[in-house]
Nanobody, 127 residues
Framework: HVQPVESGGGSVQVGGSLRLSCVAS????????MGWFRQIPDKEREGVAV????????AYADSVKGRFIVSRDNTKNMLYLQMNSLKPEDTGLYHC?????????????????????WGHGTQVTVS
């Protein structure tokens, strides 16, 4: 059973940094794309970043480009999100999600609709 589990959220001042982590129990991680999605109250879910574990291809939302870095460790089935220069509008519940994928182009599907496995989320508060 694939159940992503996030960690690393917290409260931080404007301009600060946080690193989120996520682990997913899958047999062949190289066949998967994983991503970070955030839920802000009264707003639609937003795709933040997606990475393909096999190739390392990644895509970002325009709102986080140049500030956030998504990475992975295939040996540990770990997904990371390094968040720098944080802004109040980055506040939200950050979910990690996973799905099988077959091409680098799929990392640009930031809507998250084809992601099957979702974590419960970790809260990030920037003030």
């Amino acid at each position: 059973h694939v159940q992503p589990v996030e960690s690393g959220g917290g409260s931080v001042q404007v301009g600060g940094s946080l690193r989120l982590s996520c682990v997913a129990s899958v047999d062949t991680i190289g066949r998967y794309c994983m991503g970070w999605f955030r839920q802000i109250p009264d707003k639609e879910r937003e795709g933040v970043a997606v990475i393909r574990f096999g190739s390392g291809a990644a895509a970002y939302a325009d709102s986080v480009k140049g500030r956030f870095i998504v990475s992975r460790d295939n040996t540990k089935n770990m997904l990371y999100l390094q968040m720098n220069s944080l802004k109040p509008e980055d506040t939200g519940l950050y979910h990690c999600a996973a799905r099988m994928c077959w091409s680098d182009a799929e990392v640009f599907e930031l809507g998250g609709f084809r992601f099957i496995y979702w974590g419960h989320g970790t809260q990030v508060t920037v003030s």
